[in-house]
Each structure stands twice: as C-alpha cells, then as structure tokens.
C-alpha cells in the first residue's frame, strides 16, 4: 500500500507548497520512499539484484534493490509499462526514446525519485555538521558566506548536487565552478530553479525547469 506522508514534512502543508509554486509550467512528481521496514525485490529483473549485490554493505544493497523498486513504482503509475534504461557518458539514467524525465536520489532511510517532462535533478541528505574541506574546496565565496550552521551547509550542498544531477555530467563539473547562492538567496543558473525542503532531519534540493503545474507527493512503500 501507499500512503501519503505529506503530514510528516515538518514545517510544509501540501496546500500551501501548491499555492507557492502555482507559476510553474510542467508537470512535476516527486516521491519519497521511507526505508523502515522489510521490502520484497521478488518483481526486479536479475540485472538489478546483480546490481545491488555488488555492493559490500548491506545497506548500501538495501538502497540500490529500493531505488529499482521505487523507479518500477513510479513509471507504472504514470503509465510508462515498456521501457528501456540507458546512461549518457557520464552514467545518467534515461528511458530510451521517452521523454519522460526522472532523478533519483537516497540517504540513509530515505530513497527519492523527481519526475518530469523535462530533465531533472535531485538530492537528499542526513543534515550532518559542516565539513570544512568540503566547503573550502567545493563551495564558491558567497556560498561559504552563506553557510552559517549544518542546516545551511547541507542545504547548498544538496543544491549543488542536484544541478550537476540535472545537467547530467556528474564531476566532471567542478563543484567551484558555478554558485547556488547570489545576494543571500537561492540563484538561478541556466534559466534552471531551485526548490530545497526539509524532510525530517534531511534535506532535499531539486534542480528544474520553471513550472507551472506542480505536483508533490510523499509516500512510503510499506512491502512484507
């Protein structure tokens, strides 16, 4: 079963996040899939399983199984049922021939999942405190003036990482090189925007196109 956890974003109301963004001009779903209980992989291929096994750590196998569990979910409910998944040179999935768009990202208990008609990008993380190398060797001048506590690091790191997800060239961008902030606010790069939430004691940022039509949901997947 699915079920909504829009209630369990601290600080959100589902009608309130509508109202704020109603200027958008695409269709965009999000989901959210809470790993906290035990899930059943029985319906991925052997290829995905084959995928997961490759990792050392087992939750780390958790995340990946979830992550294809979740990617199965969220095309079956909009419909996309044949389907074929290929990387770009820098290892960005996309549906072969469809041009419908998807990001997905995970952390610890959370594996999360952006769609839309257009390319995207997303991230979540645990807010964790700051790492100091990190924000001298990855941030730009006016993003380390930005960060003032844990809560704003992870916030323009998630950010950052979301741009590179949705422009698809993972490092080969340099982090330095282009800055998520201007004037104490979240920048606009590319004609791209921005939309940061805090999800419990995580932190998603989601790189887009401007839209018009927004949806957003929150859901767990519990599997026995």
Known sequence: MIRK???NVKGLSCK????????????????IFKNRRSYNFKYLSEEEIAKANRYKIEDDKKRSLLSSYL?????????VNNYNIIVNEFGKPYLEGNKFYFNI????????????????GIDIE?????????????????????????QDFIKVWTL??????HIGTGLKTKLNSFSVISNQSLNRLNDLM????????????ICHHPFKHFQLNYLTHPIK
Not at 16 to 31: C, G, H, T, V
Not at 71 to 79: E, F, P, R, T
């Open 105 to 120: 990202s995970h952390s610890h208990d959370f594996v999360v999942c952006a769609i839309s008609n257009k390319e995207v």
């Open 194 to 205: 921005f939309t940061s939430l805090k999800v419990e004691d995580y932190q998603m940022s």
């Open 16 to 31: 309130n996040f509508f109202s704020k963004w109603r200027y958008f001009k695409s269709i965009w779903k999000q989901y």
């Open 5 to 7: 956890l829009t209630n």
């Open 71 to 79: 990617l199965k979910y969220v095309l079956k409910d909009n419909n």
């Open 160 to 165: 950052k990482e979301s741009y590179i997800k």
């Open 126 to 150: 645990k807010v964790r405190p700051v790492n100091e190398l990190v924000l001298n060797k990855c941030f730009t001048d006016e993003e380390r003036d930005f960060v003032k506590n844990e």
